[in-house]
């Protein structure tokens, strides 16, 4: 389910709407999520993309009816099948729209794969985080190629290999959330954080630190401060900047981004 709001159109509200099953992971649903944020979500005009969840929960996690399938499963069709999550989750790392995951409820397996493949997650303060792969034989191993962008080595252990419910409070302390609210305040919450990183930030800047900070890990350090140069260089030269500049030289301060 889709919506736009927002004074200006450019919040994307993306609801994950089958309740009865905890919004489970189908195959049908990551191939809809995987488009979706394939788009070029910007020339459309949306500047953040909210992600949440209908009913008690944000995600349960895989299909029970395609986990049942994979048991009968050849070679090839688990790397197809591996191969889709890849491309879900790439997706939404890869989306140069700001993004956020709007998590109540239970947030399980491949739901916590889709809530911190997202910029920022916010939680309600009953939500409950599970990476509980390991429980039934598999391995969160898409998630273990991103996860480390957001906490440290040791609670990534904790996290990957000794699989218990993490409350929205522990999530909060070890980097997996970044902001905790009541959950009637969810919502809004939200909204008031995209709004406000959107009117203090340029959004061409959002999406080119994004693009570095996906191009970075594993460079030597050589070839890290390159790109990096480049990056620096290459955004001097784009609009946003040149406004940024000239707003802050005629005015002394930084310019309000979501305004035209």
Sequence with gaps: ????????????????????????????????????????????????????????????GADLDHLQS????SALDNRL??????????????????????????????????ATACDFVVASDEARFLYSEVRIGFVAAIVATYLPMRVRGSDLRELLLNPDFVT???????????????????????EALAAEI?????????????RLLLALPG?????RLGAAAEANA????????RRGISTFLAE???PDWRSA
């Design 1 to 60: 389910e889709l919506r736009r709001s927002g004074a200006e159109g450019d919040l994307l509200h993306v609801t994950l709407n089958d309740p009865a099953r905890a919004n489970a992971l189908s195959p049908a649903l990551a191939a809809e999520l995987t488009a979706l944020y394939r788009r070029d979500l910007r020339a459309e005009g949306v500047r953040a993309v909210l992600l949440a969840g209908a009913g008690r929960h944000f995600c349960a």
């Design 70 to 73: 994979l048991q009968s499963a």
């Design 81 to 114: 099948d591996s191969g889709r999550l890849r491309d879900l989750f790439e997706a939404i790392l890869r989306q140069e729209a700001l993004t956020l995951a709007l998590v109540h409820g239970s947030c399980v397996a491949g739901g916590c794969g889709l």
């Design 168 to 190: 929205a409070e522990r999530a909060l302390a070890i980097g997996l959330a970044n902001r905790v609210v009541p959950k009637a305040e969810l919502l809004s919450a939200g």
């Design 198 to 210: 959107l009117g203090k930030a340029s959004s061409e800047s959002i999406a080119r630190t994004k």
């Design 219 to 223: 460079l030597p350090l050589d070839e």
């Design 234 to 241: 290459a955004a001097r030269a784009t609009a946003d900047c």
């Design 252 to 254: 002394k301060k930084t």
